[in-house]
């Protein structure tokens, strides 16, 4: 979470620092603040619920703000430490701004720790001791995450307070965060049809954020954010710099400008003022991701340019013809042409730098849906190479036999 210059991921805390020092207020904006209200479920949305929106996210007052989230378990500190096997680095699971996230087990009825191997397993994230932002920020994720129920948001199991510590436990996600699969050295890169997957994961629980009944703005949409479970279901984690959206004649949010460089809407960055729309635009980023294998902010290719994705990348999006020389050459030609041209002017849409032309999220996510279903013909079709994905869709290229680089060079 929190600004990160120059590499994003893991700097988030120190992080809630200003990008600019330019956030201003505004006579149509309200404030960082929340209000109380029960909330009925979604509409159109089956498998999601509002418990209620959370009193206040940010205080200082632990006791009064975690009660509200009494649907969560409170640990004691010993029985997550009995979890971890004393937070072993053999259960080290990886580490953010935020502290280290370590993999543990517990009952799955009384939810009391059990032989490693044995229950369930949880992930627990434990707030590092000198993380000051961090307070605030896990206050924020306990009450968001304890009151936002969705498919593709993370679940929150229960937290820990006791002293100086603060940690939180979640449902494991075993393959990970998107981050590691898209960037990490030696890892086996994903098919075309599985990143159409997790855009339209992302899309959905974006939606739903943003959904009259919940709206909340999630505000660090980014790769390392975005979890993924046994079917690469994709669900949002990380709810510390989430915020109610503007209500009634406002038109934004005024907040201190936070988020991750590379993935933050440039008005935003500009002005401090958060919409809706400042989430479109990370959501194009990451769909950016997805089409070229490449980081939001990429410290070799920016150099000491500060060269984003999207600023090296919209060029070739605005020009059909180009298009694909931005795709993932490990990709080969899993994709039709038709296929990526779509994909990618719908992250042009989403990447508009006047946020009222970038399309909602609901209309983002209609057209990810069209997209995931048009089985049309791959590029360079290599019958004699064609694998089934665990989805049960056919590749034509191994991974390891992708076409060579063309233009993907910076
Ligand atoms: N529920 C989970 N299940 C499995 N692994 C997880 C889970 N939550 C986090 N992780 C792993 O721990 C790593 C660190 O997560 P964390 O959210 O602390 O940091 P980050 O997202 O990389 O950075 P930032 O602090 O900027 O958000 C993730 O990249 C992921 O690999
Ligand atoms: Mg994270």
């Known amino acids: 979470m929190g600004i990160c210059w120059p590499k994003p991921a893991k700097c988030a805390h120190a992080s809630s620092t200003n990008f600019s020092g330019s956030a201003k207020t505004h006579s149509k904006t309200k404030q960082e603040s929340t209000s109380a209200t029960a909330k009925s479920p979604p509409e159109g949305s089956n498998k999601a619920f509002i418990v209620s929106k959370p009193h206040k996210p940010v205080s200082g007052n632990l006791k009064a703000d975690t009660s509200v989230s009494n649907n969560l378990k409170s640990f004691s500190f010993s029985d997550l430490k009995n979890a971890t096997k004393n937070f072993r ?81 979640y449902e494991f996600m075993p393959k990970g ?76 949010v005024s907040t201190r400008v936070v988020g991750t460089r590379g993935y933050a809407a440039p008005e935003y960055v500009a002005t401090g003022h958060l919409t809706p729309k400042s989430d479109v635009y990370s959501f194009g980023v990451v769909l ?70 970038r399309p909602c999220m609901v209309d983002v996510l209609a057209s990810i849906e069209r997209l995931h279903a048009t089985r049309d013909t791959p590029r360079t079709p290599q019958q004699s190479q064609a694998k089934l994905d665990h989805h049960g869709i056919k590749h034509v290229n191994s991974p390891h036999k992708a076409r060579a680089p063309t233009t993907n060079s910076y």
């Open 89 to 169: 680095q053999d259960t080290l699971l990886g580490e953010g701004g935020f502290g280290c996230v370590f993999k543990g087990w517990i009952d799955e009825n009384t939810f009391a720790p059990t032989k490693p191997g044995t229950g369930i397993v949880v992930a627990i994230k434990r707030l590092k001791a000198e993380s000051f932002q961090g307070h605030k920020e896990w206050l924020a994720e306990v009450n968001y995450l304890g009151q936002l129920h969705h498919e593709n948001l993370v679940k929150l199991i229960g937290y820990c307070v006791e002293s100086e510590n603060r940690l939180l436990v």
């Open 177 to 252: 965060s998107l981050e590691n699969h898209l960037f990490k050295k030696g890892v086996q890169p994903i098919s075309w049809a599985t990143r159409m997957h997790i855009a339209m994961g992302v899309a959905r629980g974006l939606s739903f954020l943003h959904c009259l009944n919940a709206n909340v703005i999630y505000r660090d949409l980014k790769a390392s954010n975005i979890l993924l479970d046994s079917d690469y279901n994709a669900k949002l984690s990380d709810f510390g710099l989430a915020r109610d959206g503007p209500t009634g004649d406002n038109t934004h």
């Open 288 to 357: 950016l991701e997805l089409l070229s294998g490449k980081r939001a902010m990429d410290d070799e290719r920016a150099g000491f340019s500060e060269e984003t994705l999207v600023d090296w990348a919209k060029p070739f999006l605005s020009d059909n013809r180009k298009v694909l020389r931005i795709m993932d050459t490990r990709l080969g030609g899993q994709y039709s042409k038709k296929g990526a041209q779509a994909a990618a002017a719908l992250a042009l849409q989403c990447l508009h730098t006047d946020p009222k032309n």
